[in-house]
Structures are given as structure tokens and as C-alpha cells.
């Protein structure tokens, strides 16, 4: 992964002059509506607009971040790894993608599993 692929990935996710990230920035990001990311963060998709100061989105936000940022050190064309995160099932996890695995709340195993894949293990 390019340090700089990343950081503007991450760049282009805040919210602009503020450490907040952006949920509009982030659903455009990942090519999702904003209904579809209130639901992936656990929030009414009102609070989105109107209060994305919320601990319980901004946490979710930096999940999904962190998962991306594992995504591309397997993949680090930006657009595949996005597509990897949201599309590509995985066997070990039952079949679902990570982005459901960061949905259930398991972004650690989301992220558990992508270090394996980058260092060799095809489990």
C-alpha cells in the first residue's frame, strides 16, 4: 500500500477543517447511500446530518477507516480494496464481507483477518 493512496483516502473522508470524519464523505467514498451507512453505523440516518459529532457514528466511521487502511495493504488499488471490503465473501466468516463483519461489531476479526491474508496465510 502507498502511504500517500491511503492518506488521501483518509483526507477525503473528513470532515473538511474539522478532525471529525465526514459521513457524506465517507458513504460517497465507499458508494453508499446515506440509509445503507446509518444502518452499517448503528444510527438513525438523521444523526448523520444532524449530530455527526456522535460518539457511537464516529467510532463506527473509524472502523470502517481501519479496515480500509487493512484493505489496501492486501490491495492497494483503492477502488478494489473498497471493492474487497464490501463485496468479497469470506468462507471463514460464514460468507459475509467485512463490511458486515464491521456492522456485527467485529472489526478487530475484519482486521485479524486481512493482516493473515497480507502476510501469506490463505486460511
Do not use: C
Not at 105 to 119: N, P, Q
Amino acid at each position: 500500500m502507498t502511504a500517500t493512496a491511503f492518506a488521501d483516502m483518509l483526507e477525503s473522508a473528513r470532515e473538511a477543517g474539522g478532525p471529525l470524519f465526514s459521513a457524506a464523505n465517507v458513504a460517497a467514498l465507499l458508494g453508499l447511500r446515506h440509509q445503507d451507512l446509518a444502518a452499517l453505523t448503528g444510527v438513525h440516518r438523521n444523526t448523520l446530518r444532524t449530530h455527526p459529532e456522535s460518539p457511537r457514528l464516529q467510532r463506527a466511521l473509524r472502523d470502517l477507516m481501519r479496515v480500509l487502511s487493512a484493505a489496501m495493504a492486501v490491495q492497494p488499488d483503492a477502488q478494489r480494496a473498497i471493492f474487497l471490503v464490501k463485496n468479497e465473501p469470506i468462507p471463514v466468516f460464514r460468507h459475509k464481507t467485512l463490511l458486515q463483519l464491521v456492522q456485527e461489531g467485529r472489526t478487530e476479526d475484519a482486521i485479524d483477518y486481512l493482516e493473515s491474508i497480507s502476510a501469506g496465510f490463505a486460511g
